[in-house]
């Protein structure tokens, strides 16, 4: 049996009351590790230290932080494929993926943040001939980190990197059902030599840790990537504390086919959109609208490509879908499969467990699914169900599809496929989500604004929105 430890005060440890829990593998079904059990004394001791460490880091030179980065992603480098290993062990997402995606934009969230620090910059104004304001942006105290289990390397260090380049010092807790990639990272920190006490990793329950961080009172800011309603909790425990609070949350996004789009490419791109991850990417379309004389050459085209997805063992390279990541998970994914027959759904392809042999006869794994003839404002529709579902639905005008498509009580992502460029411009205006891709999906540049609208989020990671989260600005007016 493995076991994964506590990174506090530049140490491993195990938690304070000496309890531990399970971790599984979803291909699997088995229990690969332990991991600390922490409690809130151990987010107490991760937070003095961070507390002791933050006058020397806050008030480094911008470079050394940066070097020190760089140092930490170029360790990750030559780990990637412990670190590829693990991230598809922990997920049950395919290791050629971890490999490919995961793992290098880990590495990439440090170096580009090691990078924008040196860059940064922040503004001055001038009163007339009156007086001079100059803004500082200073590092904000101590951040928790808050990050799920989908992508969970990638999303930890998007979070802790621009904080820590920023000179906080950090508490963070990765999601319990994944502990295993931070835990590997906190090993890299100290091969680097971080200062102690610069970045705490307490693994442990969202109930206990993740409340412990978000009610501390010496803990500025949070950052947090979950659900909605985990989102919810979140605000309403920091809001008497008034904590800067970064929230990015649930989606239901939506791909709008046009009958101009470039067929083969954008059925290409939209499969990958909703089934990448096995689905479980907030970023995922689920809401695929196809303008109505285009529908069922797209459809059949689409479902065609679909049931190509092959399930299987996230070792094996062919695999295009892996595990869920639990049995519970599965069991919600099922619930939204009976829920969308009863609607009126009617399931093209999958809609059922796959059961696989040997090592993974006991994994969750879950047939890509498509589904049509299900009303725009149905449950199936609304909520986010997170997993291998897409619904099709055709449109007749672009007035119809733009009320369909905002008709959520989420607003992360959306994409547009048209050769139309005044139309793309026109419907990236009008929908309501905060990012919107034109042609493609997924493209990132990680300058740009991240984050969603009405009940995906409140605020934007990415670039300099990133380091505004994590500094406190201070105008400083002198009298000329
Ligand atoms: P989750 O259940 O909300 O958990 C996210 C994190 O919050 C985990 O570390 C969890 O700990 C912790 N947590 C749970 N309850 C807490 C509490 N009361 N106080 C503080 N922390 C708490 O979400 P998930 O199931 O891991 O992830 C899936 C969701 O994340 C989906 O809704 C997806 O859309 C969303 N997501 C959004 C984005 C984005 O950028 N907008 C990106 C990825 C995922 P435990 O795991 O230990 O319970």
Known sequence: MMYLWNYVDGTLKEASDGGWFPVHEPATGEVYAMAPDSRAEDIDAAIEAALSAFSAWSTSAAAERSRLMHRIADLMQTRLEDFAQAESRDTGKPVWLARMIDIPRAIDNFRFFAGAILHSSSEAHQTDTIALNYTLRQPIGIAGCISPWNLPLYLFTWKIAPALAAGN?????????????????????????????????????????????????????????????????????AAPLFKKLSLELGGKNAALVFADCDFEETVETVVGSAFSNQGEVCLCSSRIFIERPLYERFRDAFVERVRELTVGDPLDDSTRQGALISPQHMEKVLSYIALAREEGGRILCGGERVQLEGRCAGGAFFSPTVIEGLPYNCRTNQEEIFGPVATLLPFDSEAEVLTMANATRYGLAASVWTSNLTRAHRVAAALQAGIVWVNCWMLRDLRTPFGGMKQSGVGREGGWEALHFFTEAKNVCIKL
Do not use: Q, W, Y
Not at 193 to 211: F, M, Q, T, W
């Open 169 to 237: 010092c950090v508490v963070a807790k990765p999601s319990e059902i994944t502990p295993a990639t931070a835990s590997l990272f906190a090993e890299i920190c100290m091969e680097a030599r971080l200062p102690a006490g610069v970045l705490n990793i307490v693994h442990g329950s969202g109930e206990n840790v993740g409340a412990a961080i978000t009610t501390h009172p010496d803990i500025a800011a949070v950052s947090f990537t979950g659900g909605t309603a985990t989102g919810a909790t979140i605000a309403r425990n």
